[in-house]
């Protein structure tokens, strides 16, 4: 199983940018697609999760900015960013919690940078 993500980039203040990642392998099934994200010198935090029927949650900080969506038929989950302030800044990891094997597990994405800077 492998998560790629892509879409991370430079913004100015109030800017916008949509981050995806796509899981490929051998996977029976998915539950939760979620996106974390570290700034340097912080602990990973989560930014916002979507679950199997499209049950959201999301950081305060990123509430009525940020939506989190998915396409099931995919294996893709999305994050489009917007109104982005400079302390969004971090690398952003996309997390599925899915079946292969037999068993359930977290995989993580390799990170994309996200740079909001005028």
């Known amino acids: 199983v492998q998560l790629q993500a892509s879409g991370g980039g430079l913004v100015q203040p109030g800017g916008s940018l949509r981050l995806s990642c796509a899981a490929s392998g051998s996977i029976s099934s998915i539950n939760t697609m979620s996106w974390y994200r570290q700034a340097p010198g912080e602990q990973r935090e989560l930014v916002a999760g979507?679950?199997?029927?499209?049950?959201?949650n999301y950081a305060d900080s990123v509430k009525g900015r940020f939506t989190i969506s998915r396409d099931n038929a995919k294996n893709l989950v999305y994050l489009q960013m917007s109104s982005l302030k400079p302390e969004d800044t971090a690398v952003y990891y996309c997390?599925?919690?899915?079946?292969?094997?037999?068993?359930?597990?977290?995989?993580w994405g390799q990170g994309t940078q996200v740079t909001v800077s005028s």
């Open positions: 997390n599925v919690h899915l079946y292969t094997n037999k068993r359930w597990n977290d995989y």
């Open positions: 979507i679950a199997t029927g499209d049950y959201t």
